[in-house]
């Protein structure tokens, strides 16, 4: 799956119409007063969110998006129509900034949340408008007002539901493929992954939600070490984070001591990040040197008040029971949107 997270489009309302200049014409009414109709008003660009939507790729072509104008207003007193709308749906978790200015116009957060970035231009007024008692016969109407145009820039912030972190090379990319369809680079070395991968994964019972597997972090990345933490403002709005753990390497690793080192990363790159529901899981327990520690591990978790999932990203081993937690996670808190 190809991941847009910014797209750059135009947005150009409709014109107002018209006032009309007329006088009515009646037969045995000699002097008939002003019966031009006023123009319809322009048609605004809207933006709405669908929880449908994942990325920006929808919005990088065409660029241009113009609402309908308002008709012009006509004899009789006839208002012109007005312009339609025209509705842009974007992704939930997009920002949208004016391109100039870099100012954040809004942040939609929730599912069906509309924001009209441009607003149709008012109609003009017909001349019936403009009578008076002593003016009786004006030959004035107004021109309708242009609509808005600007040059926006949306932003995808949220990338997913679920944030997959922990030290590099323990699995996480091997676990998104495992659990979607996407197809994320997979290798025996730290930092394979450069950029997040997005996967959807499909739960019969449940709605699809979306899992990032973030680049690898390491001790002192809040520091600006290993990839540093940039990326984790992909994660900041994630409803959960799994924690993948991975003791198969190097001078025996301790699964307690990564868990609160990372713990202490994400802190201080954002003490707010610490409230967010994290479940724990140790991989590769496909593998005996890890299978063997397993329970002892997991009993040490258990006395700091943790569950920890045992699972093998590459076997499919436990992954069934660990999406299921994840599954009714998301949506405990689903309806309190992204926070
Ligand atoms: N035995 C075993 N090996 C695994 C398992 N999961 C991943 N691996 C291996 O571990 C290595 C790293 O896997 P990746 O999925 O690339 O790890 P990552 O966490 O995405 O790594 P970075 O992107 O570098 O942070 C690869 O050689 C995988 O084949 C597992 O469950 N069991
Ligand atoms: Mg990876």
């Not at 944030?163 to 394979?192: C, E, H």
């Not at 996967?199 to 019969?204: A, E, H, L, Y």
């Not at 984790?232 to 609160?260: C, K, Y």
Request: include cysteine.
């Amino acid at each position: 799956m190809k991941f847009v997270d910014e797209a750059r489009i135009h947005v150009k309302a409709g014109d107002g119409g018209n006032g009309c200049i007329s006088f009515r014409r009646e037969r045995f009414i000699p002097r008939g007063g002003p019966n031009g109709g006023d123009g319809g008003k322009g048609g605004d660009v809207i933006l709405q969110t669908d929880a449908q939507l994942i990325t920006l790729l929808d919005l990088t072509y065409p660029k241009q998006f113009r609402a309908q104008k308002g008709n012009h207003g006509k004899g009789k007193d006839q208002t012109g129509k007005s312009g339609e709308d025209l509705i842009i749906r974007i992704p939930v978790g997009t920002i949208v900034r004016d391109n100039q200015t870099e100012e954040v116009l809004q942040d939609l957060l929730f599912g069906g949340q509309r924001f009209v970035v441009a607003e149709g231009g008012r109609g003009g007024r017909g001349n019936a408008r403009f009578a008076t008692p002593t003016l009786r016969a004006p030959r004035r109407a107004e021109k309708g007002e242009k609509g808005q145009e600007r040059w926006l820039r949306l932003e995808l912030k949220l990338l997913a539901d679920v944030g997959l972190i922990g030290y590099p090379n323990v699995g996480k990319s091997t676990l998104l493929s495992r659990i979607s369809s996407a197809r994320p680079k997979i290798a025996d070395y730290p930092f394979t992954t450069l950029v997040p991968n997005l996967g959807v994964v499909n739960r019969d019972d449940y709605r699809p939600f979306v899992v990032a597997d973030i680049p690898g972090l390491i001790e002192g990345a809040s520091k600006g070490a290993g990839l540093g933490l940039t990326f984790l403002r992909h994660v900041e709005r994630t409803r959960l984070l799994v924690h993948l753990l991975d003791i198969s390497e190097g001078s025996p690793r301790d699964a307690v001591n990564d868990f609160q080192a990372l713990k202490r990363e994400l802190k201080a790159y954002d003490p707010s990040l610490q409230k967010k529901k994290q479940l724990l899981a140790l991989n590769k327990i496909d593998l005996p040197s890890v299978r063997e520690r397993a329970t002892d591990i997991k009993n040490q978790f258990k006395k700091m008040g943790h569950r920890l999932y045992l699972i093998s990203g590459q076997t499919g081993e436990g992954v069934e029971e660990l999406l299921e937690e994840v599954s009714q996670t998301i949506e405990s808190i689903s309806d309190q949107g992204h926070g």
